[in-house]
């Protein structure tokens, strides 16, 4: 296996919440609505110089059963207002917020996005996702439901009209008229502000499916990630980085950074037992049931969840959970997970546990910062998007330990070369910045 010698990681911080990585009951977990968490939270990824700040986001309230899922996040303030906030207090660290592309419409999009890049001097990004669900769709009084294949056309045009706006005003910084007549926009004016410092804002992406690649791959300057091993990693990688071409793009113009969980320790027992007793954190005997009752599609909870799985099949097309993202095919994820029980003797809970979890590293501090950096080293990443369990501070000490041990290996830049979030990922001008 080839290695690069002087790759260098690239670092992101995600503000959790969106999900169930936060363990909330912690006595150290603070707020997920209040300032503080978010300042906390920002300015500790500036300190350890990484790339960008990254805020998820929900346009509903998730439902389980009827009710609003009560393991979930409520009260999350919207993105772009607080990473507007978030450039007053920080002055390199990138600012990256998601914004749906289905239920929102490009002007609009991009000229929030180009106000933030222009507040933060050429830090912001823009994480495209997009939503397929009836259920999302009735918040919203027009409507804007679309079928899922036609979701990433949808995307792909918005991406493409936003970048159109971004363009429309000359290197000098004269307006010229804008006109996009496509698919789903047909829209014509004057855009109200001029280039960014770094052109127009950096796109991510958030995917694995054979959709989300290809869009990331003719779209993205980011994609966002996951995967379990790093012969999965270099597989994915490689996929991805092979598809640039068809677009006319290098390998160099898009970063591929999954999202991984840290858990560290003295020793390598230590850190073992500190995850083990996180992720019983994360997976609650209620969150357990929960979480087998969305791949089952029926009540569980007259299971008990020190038990074995259920021996019945998923429903197929359950609407027992609403405004979460499909896992996929339930009755081979239920084979699969049944597999796993039988052959290591889970019980429903132990078995969520090991099925959910994200990808970690786990370790003392020296031996995460060898196994982050050979992942770069060996194509299976350009580097990664820290999840901790803990807000606001879940990143401190990554910061503390293992930072400064990438910047010993030459892994890790010790200072910010540039003021724009391109610098940081060392991503080329865009198209049109002339």
Do not use: C
Not at 243 to 268: C, F, H, N, Q, W
């Amino acid at each position: 296996m080839t290695a690069r010698p002087r790759k260098e990681i690239h670092l992101a911080a995600y503000f959790p919440g969106v999900n169930n990585t936060t363990v909330w009951a912690d006595p150290e977990s603070r707020s997920q609505i209040e300032f503080s968490s978010f300042e906390h939270l920002a300015r500790t990824a500036e300190r350890g110089l990484f790339d960008f700040f990254f805020l998820a986001e929900g346009l509903r309230l998730r439902e389980h059963k009827g009710r609003i899922h009560d393991l979930d996040v409520a009260g999350r303030p919207e993105s772009i207002t607080v990473l507007n906030a978030l450039a007053a207090v920080t002055e390199r660290l990138g600012l990256a917020a998601t914004v749906n592309a289905t239920f929102n419409e490009p002007y609009e999009v991009a000229r929030r996005f180009a106000t933030l890049d222009h507040l933060s001097g050429g830090r912001a990004a823009w994480n495209v996702v997009t939503s397929s669900d009836a259920f999302t769709r009735e918040n919203f009084r027009r409507g804007g439901f679309l079928d899922r294949a036609d979701r990433y056309t949808r995307a792909g045009e918005f991406v493409a009209t936003a970048r159109e706006l971004w363009n429309s005003w000359t290197p000098d910084g004269v307006p010229r008229p804008f006109a996009h007549r496509g698919h789903h926009f047909d829209i014509a004016g004057e855009f109200t502000l001029p280039r960014s410092p770094q052109g127009h804002p950096v796109v991510i992406q958030a995917g694995d499916s054979e959709e989300g690649r290809e869009f990331a791959a003719s779209t993205a300057d980011v994609i966002f990630t996951r995967h379990g091993s790093l012969e999965a990693g270099r597989s994915f990688y490689a996929d991805v980085k092979r598809r640039l071409a068809k677009y006319g793009r290098t390998p160099d113009e898009l970063r591929i950074m999954p999202g991984v969980t840290v858990v560290l320790g003295d020793s390598p027992a230590e850190a073992q037992e500190k995850a083990a007793e996180i992720r019983r954190q994360q997976v609650s005997p209620q969150n357990a049931i929960l979480t087998l009752e969305q791949i089952w599609g029926v009540d569980l909870s007259s299971y008990d969840p020190d038990g074995p799985l259920p021996e019945t099949d998923p429903v197929a097309d359950s609407t027992i959970t609403q405004g979460r993202t499909r896992r996929g095919d339930n009755v081979a994820i239920a084979e699969k997970w049944r597999a796993l029980s039988k052959e290591k003797g889970l019980s429903i809970r132990e078995t969520v546990i090991e099925a959910s979890g994200r990808q970690s590293f786990v370790g003392t501090p020296e031996a995460v910062a060898a196994e982050l950096h050979a992942f770069v080293r060996h194509d299976a990443a350009d580097g990664f998007i820290l999840v901790p369990h803990l807000t606001p501070g879940g990143l401190d000490e990554f910061v503390d330990r293992v930072v400064p041990l990438l910047q010993e290996r030459g892994a890790f830049r010790t200072e910010y070369e540039g003021t724009t979030l391109r610098s940081h990922l060392g991503l080329p001008a865009p198209a049109g910045k002339e």
